[in-house]
T-cell receptor
Framework: GPKVLQIPSHQIIDMGQMVTLNCDPVSNHLYFYWYKQILGQQMEFLVNFYNGKVMEKSKLFKDQFSVERPDGSYFTLKIQPTALEDSAVYFC??????????????FGAGTRLSVL | GDSVTQTEGQVTVSESKSLIINCTYSTTSIAYPNLFWYVRYPGEGLQLLLKVITAGQKGSSRGFEATYNKETTSFHLQKASVQESDSAVYYCALGDQGGNRIFFGDGTQLVVKP
């Protein structure tokens, strides 16, 4: 079936540095999402993105976070600067239509971010 | 708030035996939630296993089934006879019909022993 690819699978960085997590969504999808899962906790919604704009974001989506998809390439999540509490697995997802409750979300395998 | 509870972190079942993974939900803001089961096989992303959008109905896929029970606010996942290839992490989730969010449970690791 359709695949969402996330690169890299694991990223280790020092606190205060910038990190960019990359997501290659399903080719004809239009809606993109990031979720965050801290070890032992639930996966939680961060942000969704459509037509070059953030549509909705949660309180977890701090000012240090930003998303973009320049020229239809990777959908990226950038954290600048990183903090210890940003250590988590970040999952990218995409869907063809809006409203993931009604339309299937396709998820990547996640990027494990370790902030030291 | 809106939340999903999966009480078991891990369930171990012998091959060909039956399975039930518990899921209950709570919602204060969603009048008619849609309910989902997602599955993550090792090294892969989450995949939608089944979805039910109407209370009282049952969804099924790949031998798994779950019934949307509005009275008990439950959506337990069942399978009559598991296979080793079913070993994965299963996530129960709920979402609202008009919004952009899905709320996930903690996940239940299913280990199927040969």
């Amino acid at each position: 079936g359709p695949k969402v690819l996330q690169i890299p699978s694991h990223q280790i960085i020092d606190m205060g540095q910038m990190v960019t997590l990359n997501c290659d969504p399903v080719s004809n999808h239009l809606y993109f999402y990031w979720y965050k899962q801290i070890l032992g906790q639930q996966m939680e919604f961060l942000v969704n993105f459509y037509n070059g704009k953030v549509m909705e974001k949660s309180k977890l989506f701090k000012d240090q976070f930003s998303v973009e998809r320049p020229d239809g390439s990777y959908f990226t999540l950038k954290i600048q600067p990183t903090a210890l509490e940003d250590s988590a697995v970040y999952f990218c997802a995409s869907s063809f239509r809006d409203k993931p409750s009604q339309n299937t979300l396709y998820f990547g395998a996640g990027t494990r971010l370790s902030v030291l | 708030g809106d939340s999903v509870t999966q009480t078991e972190g891990q369930v171990t079942v012998s091959e060909s035996k039956s399975l039930i993974i518990n899921c209950t939900y709570s919602t204060t803001s969603i009048a008619y939630p849609n309910l989902f089961w997602y599955v993550r096989y090792p090294g892969e992303g989450l995949q939608l296993l089944l979805k039910v959008i109407t209370a009282g109905q049952k969804g099924s896929s790949r031998g798994f089934e779950a019934t949307y029970n509005k009275e008990t606010t439950s959506f337990h996942l069942q399978k009559a006879s598991v296979q080793e290839s079913d070993s994965a992490v299963y996530y129960c989730a709920l979402g609202d019909q008009g919004g952009n969010r899905i709320f996930f449970g903690d996940g239940t690791q299913l280990v199927v022993k040969p």
